[in-house]
């Protein structure tokens, strides 16, 4: 609630105060009051992220386009489709805001350290998959461990709501007190739970792969969360995603095509997990949860279809480790589509659908879910076969009057 007195900072008072001065419409004035943590947010990134870039260039810790990084067997060079050589680590400008701004406004309580743990494990295997360029198995683990410290965290997976009709998920649950901090184990909700942060770690994750896209797309979600979290107040979704529209406001600023610098695995590795966490913690449904994600989600069910019949690996470590150029932006790309306006285009589907989500209530959330659904594979498909067309024209341009008659 908005007087939860974990909040330590006067800096809301003061705010609000000086925002009495000034008329503003009942309606916006709850907005507006975040202003002053969306502006401490800007400024952080601002500030560090050349720093950040500086340091990166000087130890060599960068993204080259079409060459292995650090090497290694397992990349896939044809995936790195930017221009000139960018620095990587950049997504640690807008994750020391976050745990700095945590740890000054909240207490730590049994919310806060879950997710200050969870998202530290990522951000240090991010910084270290920039620096080495992690094997498949390493990050997958890494990822796994986040997800698990999330799991055990208080934050449950209670219950689905379909149609009306609520599934249990909470059959079995244990809720253990050690010292000061509250745990909780729900089955199958913990299972599922887990599945999903994984999940959307990697297809917030495999967005990344056109300059500005996963940060465009994050900007959008974690602003719609923000307005969710204002209605259903709750003061630390409120404050975070505040703070993290503005940082990723700034980022932008350097990260927008062509790119000054790269947030890398230390913010790739992240936003999934940190807007999946966010979403449960401002009580958003899951179903509006996965309509703001629908972009990445269905991309990702997508690559992971075609790669398992592309492939047809063993198991699904296997699976993770190809590493390929099937993606949406990928396909608009290669129709020599600019970087930037790949960027608005994916801006401008996650804005439309994840709008749908904010105003959509009861059956109408799902027939938004579903004809989003439609929609986003609908142009997927379309991208695919004029995709198909454009190479069957290349070829045909590519073959001389002489070749069609060769044996």
Known sequence: MFDDPIIKTKILEIWTSLMDKIYIPGSLEKYISFLPILIIGFVITFVLTPIIGNIAKKNNIVYVPNVKRKGKKFDNPDKAMHKGIIP???????????????????????????????????????????????????????????ALVICTSILDLESFTIFGTSIPMDLLKVQPVIGKFAFSLTFPGDLFLLCWLVFCINSFKW????????????????????????????????????????????????????????????????????????????????ATTLILLLLPTLDAIYVVIRRYIDYKPKNPLELMKI?????????????????????????????????????????????????????????????????????????????????????
């Not at 049994?110 to 200050?116: A, D, E, Q, R």
Request: charged share 10%.
């Open 88 to 146: 990587a680590l950049g997504g640690l400008g807008v994750m020391i805001p976050i745990f700095l701004v945590t740890l000054v406004f909240f207490k730590i309580d049994s919310i806060t350290l879950p997710l200050l743990i969870a998202l530290g494990i990522l951000t240090i295997g991010g910084v270290l998959d920039d620096i080495f360029n992690l094997p498949a198995k390493v990050q997958f683990g890494i990822q796994i461990l986040a």
């Open 207 to 286: 967005i990344g792969g056109s300059p500005g896209l996963i940060e465009g797309n994050a900007l959008i979600v974690t602003s719609l969360i923000f307005i969710i979290s204002i209605r259903h107040q709750v003061l630390f979704s409120s404050t975070l995603s505040s703070l993290i529209v503005g940082s990723l406001l700034a980022f932008l600023i350097f990260a927008y095509p062509p790119p000054l610098i790269m947030s890398g695995s230390p913010g790739k590795s992240v936003y999934g997990l940190l807007i999946c966490t966010l979403a449960l913690i401002s009580q958003t449904k899951f």
């Open 323 to 407: 590493s390929g150029t099937t993606h949406f932006h990928h396909r608009l790309l290669k129709m020599d589509t600019p970087p930037q306006k790949v960027f608005w285009i994916e801006f401008g589907i996650t804005l439309l659908i994840g709008s749908l989500a904010i105003v959509a209530t009861g059956a109408l959330r799902y027939f938004c879910l579903i004809w989003g659904i439609i929609f986003i594979i609908a142009i997927i498909l379309l991208l695919k076969l004029k995709a198909a067309q454009k190479e069957n024209s290349k070829s045909h341009k590519e073959e001389s009057s002489e070749s069609k008659y060769s044996y």
